[in-house]
């Protein structure tokens, strides 16, 4: 159906973000609405799900992030309003090794995945994902990383001196927690 949307962000709500493109506006759900900024332009890669009563977009700024979901979404009984909050809350690289070891306690992490769905993910999953998560941009990662911040009311000036202590490659959730022990101190 659709591939990717590149056009301007008019609105950000919780769970997602209106994009226009050619004059009309996209509602998009993606994983982390508060990354992107109103009136900046991106390119959305797109997932479209067509069901009986509605049609939904879901959206990342990442190919990988993308490819990941799409692997997540074939796994039996995870759905994409399942598989997205998967995304956001966890990092690329984290959630294809927890794949591959087999690591039950980090995929039972995620809202709404109990054991056996996580052992579904394995049993799907394992060894099948061939996503290389080093080719994610690390300014992509300092990005999010900054807009949540901000979203949660800090300033540029104190979210730039605790970046360059914050370690890049573990999740944003866990790059989150560092910064802010960091800003408290």
């Known amino acids: 159906m659709f591939t990717y949307f590149k056009g301007l962000v008019t ?19 993606v994983p982390n609405p ?21 049609i939904s977009l879901y959206g990342f700024k990442e190919k990988e992030e993308y490819e990941l979901f ?8 995870l759905g994409p309003k399942l598989a ?3 995304i956001a809350t966890g990092s690329i690289k984290g959630i294809v090794d927890a794949i591959n070891r087999e690591n039950i306690l980090y995929l039972t992490k995620f809202p709404k995945i109990g054991e056996k769905l996580a052992k579904q993910i394995i049993l799907d999953l394992k060894n099948k994902i061939n996503i290389d998560s080093s080719e994610v ?12 911040l901000e979203s949660l009311g800090y300033k540029q000036g104190e979210i730039k001196k605790v970046i360059p202590l914050i370690n890049p490659s573990v999740s944003l959730e866990d790059q989150v927690k560092e910064a802010l022990k960091l800003m408290l101190k």
């Open 137 to 148: 941009a690390d300014d992509h990662n300092i990005e999010e990383l900054m807009a949540v």
């Open 34 to 54: 508060f990354s992107y900024n109103i009136g900046k332009e991106y390119k959305i890669y797109v997932y479209t799900k067509i069901s009986e009563d509605d």
């Open 11 to 29: 609105e950000i709500e919780n769970n997602c973000v209106t994009i226009e493109c050619l004059q009309v506006g996209y509602k998009i759900y």
């Open 70 to 77: 799409l692997k997540l979404i074939s796994v039996k009984g």
């Open 84 to 86: 997205l909050p998967i």
